[in-house]
C-alpha cells in the first residue's frame, strides 16, 4: 500500500495548508511540460507524476485522508516488520529450561473412597435440610403453611436480604467512544463493520446518526449490526423510524427476513416480508414499479408455515 503522506514528503498530522505547498512544490518539480523539456521521454519521471496526482486525490479530501490514515496505522501495528522488530527487542528474548513434570504420587486407600465420602456429606447435608424445615413447621405457632419452604425462605430473606437476594445486578456498560466528527465517526463505524465488531460500529454508527443527515446506508449496516448482536425488534424498528425511499426498504425489510430465515426465526421473518410486501403493494397503487425483492418476499412468504 502506498503512503501518500511519504509521497508529499510531509508528517501524517500536516495540516491543510502544508499538503497544498508540497504538492506545489512537486507539481512545479515534475511537471509534464517541464519534463518533455528537461528528460523527454522519461518513464520514471511520469510514474512520478502519477503518484502525486493519486496523492492529491486522497489527501486533499478530508475524509479520505483520515480513513487513509487510520489504515496506515493499523498496517503497521499488524505488519511483519512490526512483529519481527518486537522479537528481536531484548526484552522479550531469554532462555529457558524444561523442568520435567514431577512424579506421580502413588494412589492410596483415599483415592478410591472419595466417591463414598462425598456422598455421605450430600446425604448429612440433605438431613440437615429436612431437620431445619420440621423444626420450623413444629415450632411455627399458625400450624403448618401451605408452602413451608416458601415462607422460611421469606422470612430468612426478611432477616437478611442479601443472603438470599434474588440477582446480582449487572454491571453498567462502561464502553466510551471519542466525541469526533461525523465523517470519522463513520469511516470508524465502516471500518468496524468491516472487520465484525458490529457492538462497536453500531455505537459510532449511533453516534454518526445524531450529528449528520440521515443515510440509508448506514441505517442497514446499523440494521444488520443489531441483528449480528441479537437484537431483534431494534433490527426492524431503525428500518421503519429512519429509512426514507420505498424501494430501499422494500428491499431492506426482504433482506432482513432472510437473515431471520438463516436464523431459524420464522415469526420476525413473516413480519420483515409483510412489511416489504405492504409497501410494495402502496408503491404499486400509486402507480410506480415496485423493486424485484417484493415478489421474492411473497415467494418465501408462502413457504413460512
Known amino acids: 500500500m502506498v503512503d501518500y503522506f511519504a509521497v508529499f514528503g510531509v508528517k501524517r498530522n500536516a495540516s491543510d495548508r502544508e499538503i497544498k505547498d508540497a504538492y506545489r512544490a512537486l507539481a512545479k518539480k515534475y511537471h509534464p511540460d517541464r519534463i518533455a523539456h528537461d528528460a523527454p521521454g522519461d518513464p520514471e519521471a511520469e510514474?512520478?507524476?502519477?503518484?502525486?496526482?493519486?496523492?492529491?486525490?486522497?489527501?486533499?479530501?478530508?475524509v479520505l485522508r483520515e480513513e487513509h490514515r487510520v489504515t496506515l496505522r493499523m498496517r503497521e501495528t499488524m505488519s511483519a516488520e512490526r512483529i519481527e522488530e518486537l522479537r528481536r527487542n531484548s526484552r522479550f528474548q531469554g532462555t529457558t529450561t524444561y523442568t520435567p513434570p514431577p512424579p506421580?504420587?502413588?494412589?492410596?486407600?483415599?483415592?478410591?473412597?472419595?466417591?463414598?465420602?462425598?456422598?455421605?456429606?450430600?446425604?448429612?447435608?440433605?438431613?440437615?435440610?429436612?431437620?431445619?424445615?420440621?423444626?420450623?413447621?413444629?415450632?411455627?405457632?399458625?400450624?403448618?403453611?401451605?408452602?413451608?419452604?416458601?415462607?422460611?425462605?421469606?422470612?430468612?430473606?426478611?432477616?437478611?436480604?442479601?443472603?438470599?437476594?434474588?440477582?446480582v445486578a449487572s454491571a453498567p456498560d462502561t464502553i466510551t467512544f471519542p466525541d469526533d466528527s461525523a465523517p470519522k465517526l463513520r469511516r470508524m463505524g465502516d471500518i468496524l463493520f468491516s472487520l465484525g465488531e458490529y457492538r462497536s460500529a453500531a455505537k459510532y454508527y449511533e453516534m454518526y446518526l445524531k450529528k449528520a443527515p440521515e443515510n440509508d446506508t448506514i441505517i442497514g449496516n446499523l440494521?444488520?449490526?443489531?441483528?449480528?448482536?441479537?437484537?431483534?425488534?431494534?433490527?426492524?424498528?431503525?428500518?421503519?423510524?429512519?429509512?426514507?425511499?420505498?424501494?430501499?426498504?422494500?428491499?431492506?425489510?426482504?433482506?432482513?427476513?432472510?437473515l431471520f430465515l438463516k436464523e431459524d426465526k420464522p415469526f420476525d421473518a413473516r413480519d420483515a416480508f409483510l412489511a416489504s410486501i405492504h409497501i410494495a403493494d402502496s408503491m404499486a397503487r400509486a402507480g410506480r414499479r415496485p423493486p424485484d425483492d417484493a415478489r421474492r418476499a411473497k415467494a418465501e412468504l408462502e413457504r413460512i408455515p
Request: glycine fraction near 6%; hydrophobic fraction near 40%.
Open 104 to 167: 506421580r504420587r502413588p494412589r492410596s486407600k483415599w483415592d478410591k473412597r472419595w466417591k463414598q465420602y462425598t456422598f455421605g456429606i450430600i446425604a448429612l447435608l440433605i438431613l440437615v435440610a429436612a431437620g431445619i424445615i420440621s423444626y420450623e413447621i413444629a415450632s411455627s405457632p399458625r400450624g403448618l403453611p401451605a408452602d413451608p419452604i416458601k415462607d422460611i425462605i421469606a422470612r430468612y430473606r426478611k432477616s437478611n436480604s442479601n443472603l438470599l437476594a434474588d440477582s
Open 223 to 258: 440494521s444488520y449490526a443489531y441483528f449480528k448482536e441479537g437484537r431483534y425488534a431494534q433490527t426492524l424498528q431503525i428500518l421503519s423510524r429512519q429509512m426514507h425511499g420505498d424501494s430501499n426498504l422494500v428491499v431492506a425489510y426482504y433482506n432482513v427476513g432472510e
Open 47 to 62: 510514474h512520478h507524476m502519477q503518484e502525486i496526482n493519486e496523492a492529491k486525490a486522497v489527501l486533499f479530501d478530508p
